[in-house]
């Protein structure tokens, strides 16, 4: 196979995934954005997290609430709890690194907040935890996960949002996650300002 053939089999196998997606996550990006206005209309706050490179798909979405989408408008309050290098490596060092995200949820958390995550794995021990610290300070939890589920959404209560990417490629998994989170970013713009 020559190199532009494998460049080809990456889009297509892309544009495959996006399309399958879209037959069935509509609905939910949707509602997670509505979700996600409410809370900002009530003076609430986003706190975003991922590991690897859903962290950086975390970073994407508060870097576009804090600044701008497509468009010069106010800025949104988010937080990305996976960007404090200090922070992430202190609880790592002194607790656990499984607490990460928790203990930093717990003191920038409050009831009405929304807690959205980014895995493709979902088996993350500091995103099960933020969950378990989400729901008990009242934390809406958006989930935006990948291939079956695993450790994570069995934590899910009912009240939660999950968006699923149903593939088991994990590069696959981040492309359409990217998608949704450009949806979720243009939905809240357009929801919010018009």
């Known amino acids: 196979m020559s190199l532009q053939d494998r460049i080809i089999n990456n889009f297509s196998d892309s544009i495959q995934a996006q399309q399958e997606a879209l037959s069935y996550l509509p609905e939910l990006i949707e509602y ?8 900002l209309l009530n003076d609430k706050k ?41 922070t992430i490596t202190a609880v790592a060092n002194d607790y656990h690194y499984d607490e990460v995200f928790s203990k930093q949820l717990r003191a920038l958390g409050q ?4 807690l959205l995550f980014f895995t493709d794995c979902n088996s993350s021990c500091n995103i099960a935890k933020a969950i378990t610290t989400a729901h008990d300070k009242d934390i809406l939890v ?8 695993g450790l994570i959404s069995p934590l899910l209560y009912e009240t939660d949002i999950e968006i699923r990417v149903n593939s088991s490629s994990s590069i696959r998994i981040q492309e359409v996650q990217i998608l949704i989170t450009h949806c979720l970013c243009d939905l809240i713009d357009h929801q919010l300002f018009g």
Do not use: H
Request: hydrophobic fraction near 40%.
């Open 142 to 149: 958006i989930a935006i996960t990948g291939n079956e589920g």
């Open 46 to 86: 986003i706190l975003t997290c991922g590991n690897g490179r859903s962290a950086t798909t975390a970073q994407l979405f508060s870097s576009a609430m804090l600044n701008q989408f497509e468009r010069d408008r106010p800025s949104l309050p988010a937080i990305n709890l996976s960007t404090d290098i200090a």
């Open 32 to 39: 997670a954005s509505q979700q996600i206005v409410s809370a």
């Open 111 to 114: 009831s009405g907040d929304i």
